[in-house]
């Protein structure tokens, strides 16, 4: 039994559920908060407490954002014509940092998987094929992770949309199994600038 007050458990276990923190690096992060209460442990909480409230998922392309449609969404400036299909929102921020795309974005929120039961529905690909008609879409960008279900679902978007729009694919840099979130800006540049037909 652990002679750790409960709160501090608590609160220890909920940092373990975190990509990338097991049990021991959650000890150490909240140990490492609690020393430092006034500089990190109060202002996390307060703006944990200020993003759950006002955090939402756009109603047009899937963005985090705070209001119903995110900014880039209606952003004027942002070219129209040209949609960059990503698998999550980690994909589009890193596509965003690169600054290299101004067109805007549908983000899936995952990939095809027979073995995890999730279909075209389940990823919004329905919704997908709508924007293109409704927005006079002329191309779409395929930035999926290169691993097997992504590309599945790189193929299975490029046959729906087959005829109807221009369908190009991340080329060059992008490694395979790698992922975008991981990627630096000017591998995510070069492989934008040298997309090709699928």
């Not at 430092?36 to 963005?63: F, I, Q, W, Y």
């Not at 067109?103 to 990823?123: F, I, Q």
């Not at 991340?170 to 037909?197: F, W």
């Amino acid at each position: 039994m652990s002679d750790t007050p409960k709160e501090i458990d608590a609160l220890i276990a909920l940092m373990a559920k975190l990509p990338g923190l097991g049990p021991r690096s959650a000890r150490r992060a909240v140990l490492h908060l609690i020393k430092k209460r006034a500089l990190l442990l109060t202002p996390l909480a307060d703006a944990m407490h200020a993003v759950g409230a006002s955090a939402r998922e756009c109603l047009n392309c899937g963005n985090i954002g705070t209001s119903e449609i995110c900014a880039i969404c209606t952003d004027e400036a942002r070219a129209t014509g040209q949609i960059c299909v990503v698998e999550d929102v980690a994909d589009l921020w890193a596509m965003e940092r690169a600054g290299v795309f101004r067109g805007r974005y549908h983000v899936l929120g995952g990939t095809l998987s027979a073995l995890d039961a999730v279909g075209p529905e389940d990823l919004g690909i329905p919704r997908l094929t709508t924007r293109v008609k409704a927005e006079a879409i002329t191309e779409v960008i395929l930035a999926l992770n290169a691993t097997i279900d992504g590309q599945t679902t790189a193929h299975y978007i490029a046959d729906q949309l087959e005829n109807k729009v221009t369908v190009t694919s991340l080329a060059q840099g992008v490694p395979i199994g790698g992922e975008l979130d991981y990627l630096d800006d000017g591998t995510i540049s070069a492989a934008l600038r040298a997309r090709k037909t699928l």
